[in-house]
């Protein structure tokens, strides 16, 4: 049994007879009243995602998990395939379990979060960033913006991002996988 005081992002709890990883968190303490935690709890067999107080002090049970590092190798339909980097052995997933399905890209290596007492994956966690090369946009045309305005651009996974005007077709870029959004232009 854990506290709230040991809520941190990532962690996994039994809540609602159901495991929930924890997307955010806000510590809070009311100048007149007791403390709480504020979370933000992802269902890792369903998807969902809710909103949840937590009172200071109170009990929550979390869920021991141990992560391993996989491969992405391909999507078939609503499943997405994926290699062990050490024993080679292959594991689908459902299209809920990943949080942004859109920017996986064949070949990345992603961390997989595994449940201790049955072995069941709970979740995939995907790199910070990653770089993908758009594959159509339209051109920019300058002058039409007083300030930073931007376009949307096809990358190579499917996805659509919005990019800023003086990107264009075969442009490799950065894009933010916990928020879907350009970061920068890479050049090679």
Do not use: W
Not at 10 to 39: Q, S
Not at 74 to 88: A, I, L, S
Not at 89 to 117: H, R, Y
């Amino acid at each position: 049994m854990a506290s709230t005081s040991d809520i941190r992002k990532g962690l996994c709890i039994r809540y609602n007879n159901d495991i929930f990883k924890i997307i955010e968190f806000l510590h809070v303490k009311p100048g007149k009243g007791p403390a709480f935690v504020r979370t933000k709890l992802k269902s890792v067999t369903t998807g969902k995602v809710l909103d949840n107080t937590f009172s200071g002090g109170s009990k929550i049970e979390d869920v021991r998990v141990e992560t391993r590092s996989y491969q992405y190798l391909y999507p078939e339909g609503e499943t997405y395939h994926f290699m062990n980097t050490d024993d080679y052995n292959q594991i689908t997933l459902p299209e809920s379990a990943l949080d942004a399905p859109g920017l996986l890209k064949e070949g990345t290596i992603v961390t997989i979060l595994f449940n201790t007492e049955d072995a069941m994956p709970l979740s995939v966690d995907m790199p910070a960033s990653v770089v993908l090369e758009v594959t159509y946009t339209e051109p920019g045309v300058k002058g039409n913006t007083a300030t930073n305005a931007t376009k949307p651009a096809k990358v190579e996974t499917g996805a659509e991002v919005n990019v800023p005007l003086f990107i264009n077709e075969g442009d490799k870029i950065k894009v933010d996988t916990a928020s879907g959004s350009y970061m920068e232009r890479v050049k090679e």
